[in-house]
């Protein structure tokens, strides 16, 4: 089996908006090299969602997990990402594709937050 992560975010008009993203799927291939992470973006930025889902296919990807890089479930979550997520899945139905939750309803996502914010104040930074 041949798994891929999809980092999917909202998309910016300003380019460095991406970094973030870009060095999360760079770390997550570092993490698990047998894992591909591909960034994949809403608007503004591409690929969008369908370009990187597809591209992954035809390079042999046959298990794709979409993680919404979003802090919250909002409508965006509730209502258009599934149904482009249900048609990637019917598109290439070889190919399990399957969505998580929004990375910020994590509890370990929220600790992380919680501990930049309490060691930027203690450091003085900001």
């Known amino acids: 089996m041949t798994e891929a992560i ?25 993490r698990a090299p047998a894992v591909r992470a591909r960034p994949a973006f809403l608007e503004f930025m591409t690929p969008d ?7 992954l296919v035809a390079d042999g990807i ?11 479930q909002g409508g965006h979550l509730k209502r258009d990402v599934p149904q482009l997520v249900a048609a990637a899945a019917q598109r ?3 190919c399990r594709v399957m969505l998580a939750t929004a990375v910020g309803e ?15 104040l203690a450091a003085g930074d900001g």
């Open 49 to 55: 969602l369908d370009q990187a889902v597809d591209a």
């Open 92 to 94: 290439h139905p070889a």
């Open 62 to 72: 046959d298990r794709i997990l979409v993680v919404p890089v979003f802090l919250a």
């Open 6 to 30: 999809v980092l999917f975010a909202h998309g910016a008009r300003d380019p460095e908006w991406a970094g973030p993203v870009r060095r999360l799927a760079a770390r997550l291939e570092a």
């Open 106 to 120: 994590d509890e370990g996502v929220l600790a992380a937050m919680a501990d930049f914010a309490l060691a930027t």
